[in-house]
């Protein structure tokens, strides 16, 4: 079983930057991969980010790509989603989850375990 728990949600101005993280319990974390999803009201919950197990690989949706990094650090069990340049339309509820397979991916019946979501919001 793993717990996670998002942080660093907020009310931003576009063009503004948070930090969201999500930190994990277990000692798996380091063997799991992470990915980041957000669900804006009235829409279906969409990929925004994912990492592999160990840090390496990486990939984006075309809408946030250039704009947000994602990052872990093991040793803290923890995983980050630093988001730059923000836009109204990145409002949303953004969750972590973690896949006990190392493999990253873009695909959310993948996952395993679930935060329970960080609230994103992007005033004009």
């Known amino acids: 079983q793993v717990q996670l728990v998002e942080s660093g949600g907020g009310l931003v101005q576009a063009g503004g930057s948070l930090r969201l993280s999500c930190a994990a319990s277990?000692?798996?974390?380091?063997?799991?991969?992470v990915g980041w999803f957000r669900q804006a009201p009235g829409k279906e919950r969409e990929f925004v980010a994912t990492?592999?197990?160990?840090?390496?690989?990486?990939g984006y949706a075309d809408s946030v790509k250039g704009r947000f990094t994602i990052s872990r650090d093991n040793a803290k069990n923890t995983a980050y989603l630093q988001m730059n340049s923000l836009k109204p339309e990145d409002t949303a509820v953004y969750y972590c989850?973690?896949?006990?397979?190392?493999?990253?991916?873009?695909?959310?019946?993948?996952?395993?375990?679930w935060g329970q979501g960080t609230q994103v919001t992007v005033s004009s």
């Open positions: 990492i592999d197990y160990s840090g390496d690989v990486t």
């Open positions: 989850a973690v896949d006990t397979s190392k493999w990253a991916t873009r695909t959310d019946s993948t996952y395993d375990y």
């Open positions: 277990g000692s798996a974390f380091s063997g799991y991969a």
